[in-house]
């Protein structure tokens, strides 16, 4: 009982304290001033007027706010949606920027050699582990051959040792049963490139009154009839010489990255390559 007497209490002096304001605002056009009495009350309801607008006021900014946040989380999802999308895309353009560059560069390379060629492109490598080897995607029925060398726009790859309808094997030269007949193209100087250890080569039967040096280039000597005169294999690393040895121990850096192989270009025959179209017409 006593709190709802206490609440009617507070009920009269608020409902006193609204009509003495609204007397005093119903009156405040009349009089230029205020009377004592006047001033005594306002100098009370003034601070809970303040109080009462600021705390209105904070809510208001509290609620715009919220919906501001509200709109600007939104806001900030939606762009980020666009800003993967557009990363994604530009990602798949300077990819296909990588690709046309490097097909770019194998088309001229084709052009170089008179030779007919078949590009493929590296699907995988040897699963077994036991070799230095690539899988590209061409085979049989695209008129490809044991033997035939693989080259790209860099150099010497390898060549193909083992062949199905629609794929293909190439050893690659950095195989230890790999070998090329080569010479450097500075001194004329005639070798064997084998597959060394660490994706390296050895120049092999290099006799020791050659004139080689290091960073000579090594290229293709055309001979046994598989590469093409002048090809490049790699570039020389290291040069020295055993006691009591006829040959001299070269390294060689290849001129192709084979970790990075994507397209290669396969060296046809002619005559291969003629009853391949045959048969395709």
């Known amino acids: 009982m006593k709190d709802v007497r206490g609440l009617h209490k507070i009920w009269i002096w608020v409902l006193l304290v609204c009509f003495v304001l609204f007397m005093l605002l119903s009156s405040s056009s009349q009089r230029p001033s205020w009377n004592p009495a006047e001033q005594v009350i306002i100098e009370i309801t003034a601070p809970?007027?303040?109080?009462?607008?600021?705390?209105?006021?904070?809510?208001?900014?509290?609620?715009?706010y919220y919906f501001?946040?509200?709109?600007?989380?939104q806001e900030n999802r939606q762009l980020k949606r666009k800003i993967d999308g557009l990363q994604a895309e530009n990602s798949r353009y300077r990819e296909l920027l990588t690709t046309h560059e490097r097909l770019k560069e194998l088309l001229q390379f084709k052009e170089a050699i008179d030779r007919p060629v078949l590009a493929a492109q590296v699907i995988g490598r040897d699963p077994t582990g036991w070799f230095k080897s690539i899988i590209i995607d061409k085979g049989k029925h695209a008129g490809l051959r044991p033997n035939m060398p693989v080259v790209n726009a860099d150099g010497v790859v390898g060549r193909i040792v083992s062949i199905s309808p629609n794929y293909s094997k190439v050893l690659l030269i950095i195989d230890q049963n790999s070998g090329v007949d080569c010479l450097t193209q500075r001194s004329r100087d005639r070798g064997i490139a084998k597959g060394a250890p660490n994706d390296t080569c050895k120049l092999d039967y290099?006799?020791?009154?050659?004139?080689?040096?290091?960073?000579?280039?090594v290229v293709t000597s055309?001979?046994?009839g598989g590469f093409p005169k002048g090809l490049p294999v790699g570039y020389i690393s290291e040069v020295s010489e055993t006691s009591g040895g006829l040959f001299k121990d070269i390294v060689l850096r290849p001129a192709v990255d084979f970790s990075k192989l994507e397209e290669v270009l396969v060296i046809l025959k002619e005559n291969t390559w003629s009853n391949h179209q045959e048969k395709k017409n």
């Open 222 to 224: 055309g001979l046994g």
């Open 68 to 73: 501001y946040l509200v709109n600007l989380r």
């Open 206 to 217: 290099v006799v020791k009154s050659s004139d080689v040096a290091v960073e000579d280039l």
């Open 48 to 64: 809970l007027q303040k109080i009462l607008k600021q705390t209105v006021s904070t809510a208001e900014d509290l609620w715009l």
